[in-house]
């Protein structure tokens, strides 16, 4: 079975560019979570969706942060304009239930120069 | 809020060693703990878990008991593999329907040598 797809795996832009991440969850699976891993901070999470509707957003770290789900196999984390402390891991987890992430993905290492 | 602490790493073991990693947490009510573990360049994965009180999860050799009343959530193995080398996280959160914010440590880094 596929596991969570993260999309690219590796990003490296200038400041100032718009990035965009994108997760397919597993099939079947109504909640999805967006979490940053960073050496300095460890794991946040940043948003999570139940039902493609984002239930708890406090983690998103200021207005150039978006993220959306429009439907229950696609979802995509925006930054923009992107600056060098976004850079970080980005993964995406998803799970049945709204408990707790269960499969993450490979995650996107992010750099931005 | 909600919070859990992790012993700070590297362990660094021998092949065969016993392993504790230790896990305490925060929080009002009765979440649910969890184990996940992080291989390089890869993403979390679920361990164990378990979701009450007593409750013993395990999984591949590994295993932790949730014990309320110290609050704590520690990981244990008899006997570490080179393969066991990870990340391993501790995490608090819901059963399906709970009501829980995900939460995790910060990571405790294993590495175990031949």
């Known amino acids: 079975d596929a596991g969570v797809i993260q999309s690219p795996r590796h990003e490296v832009t200038e400041m100032g560019q718009e990035v965009t991440l994108r997760c397919k969850p597993i099939?079947?699976?109504?909640?999805l979570f967006w979490y940053r891993q960073t050496m300095m901070r460890g794991l946040e999470l940043l948003i999570y969706?139940?039902?493609?509707?984002?239930?708890?957003d406090s983690g998103m770290p200021e207005d150039r942060f978006s993220a959306k789900m429009p439907n229950a196999s696609f979802s995509t984390l925006k930054i923009q304009p992107s600056e060098p402390r976004d850079s970080a891991v980005y993964f995406c987890?998803?799970?049945?239930?709204?408990?707790?992430?269960?499969?993450f993905g490979d995650g996107t290492r992010l750099s931005i120069l | 809020g909600n919070s859990v602490t992790q012993m700070e790493g590297p362990v660094t073991l021998s092949e065969e060693a016993f392993l504790t990693i230790n896990c305490t947490y925060t929080?009002?009510?009765?979440?649910?703990l969890f184990w996940y573990v992080q291989y390089p360049g890869e993403g979390l994965q679920l361990l164990l878990k378990?979701?009450?009180?007593?409750d013993k999860g395990s999984n591949k050799g590994f295993e932790a008991t949730y014990r309320k009343e110290t609050t704590s959530f520690h990981l244990e193995k008899g006997s570490v593999q080179v393969s066991d080398s990870a990340v391993y996280f501790c995490?608090?959160?819901?059963?399906?329907?709970?009501?829980?914010?995900?939460?995790f440590g910060r990571g405790t880094s294993l590495i175990v040598h031949p």
């Open positions: 987890a998803s799970s049945s239930g709204t408990g707790q992430p269960q499969h």
């Open positions: 099939s079947g699976h109504n909640s």
């Open positions: 969706f139940n039902n493609n509707v984002p239930i708890d």
């Open positions: 929080a009002t009510g009765y979440p649910s």
């Open positions: 378990a979701t009450k009180a007593d």
């Open positions: 995490a608090l959160g819901g059963p399906s329907g709970g009501s829980y914010i995900p939460t």
